[in-house]
């Protein structure tokens, strides 16, 4: 069974940092594109960051951009995303997500086929 398993979240002040990570078990995903994506309270879950098969090439959505930096260790089949100087409005629940197939990475929730439970971010002001 194939699972992706967060870790990390939790409660911090705002410009504080976490460091979420992203286990997978039952497959490997070192081939394929893993990204992140919150939703906040009220809202629709969306795009955070994502990485490339190999880690070389990463997107961010604008808002998360400098403060953000989302990596990976194929060998550990492991995926992080470091936040920096968090803001109130970061506050979420932050999942993981991996294709089945594609090592490129994409925005769209459609492209992903393996999502965690998520792990909640309270960022107070």
């Known amino acids: 069974q194939v699972q992706l398993v967060e870790s990390g979240g939790g409660l911090v002040q705002a410009g504080g940092s976490l460091r979420l990570s992203c286990a997978a078990s039952?497959?490997?995903?070192?081939?394929?594109?893993m990204g992140w994506f919150r939703q906040g309270p009220g809202k629709e879950r969306e795009f955070v960051a994502a990485?490339?098969?190999?880690?070389?090439?990463?997107d961010y959505t604008n808002s998360v951009k400098g403060r953000f930096t989302i990596s990976r260790d194929n060998a550990k089949d492991t995926v992080y995303l470091q936040m920096n100087s968090l803001k109130p409005e970061d506050t979420a629940v932050y999942y993981c997500?991996?294709?089945?197939?594609?090592?490129?990475?994409?925005?769209?929730?459609?492209?992903?086929?393996?999502w965690g439970q998520g792990t909640q971010v309270t960022v107070s002001s």
């Open positions: 997500a991996a294709s089945a197939s594609s090592g490129m990475t994409a925005r769209s929730k459609n492209a992903y086929d393996y």
């Open positions: 039952g497959r490997t995903f070192s081939g394929n594109a």
């Open positions: 990485i490339n098969w190999s880690g070389v090439n990463t």
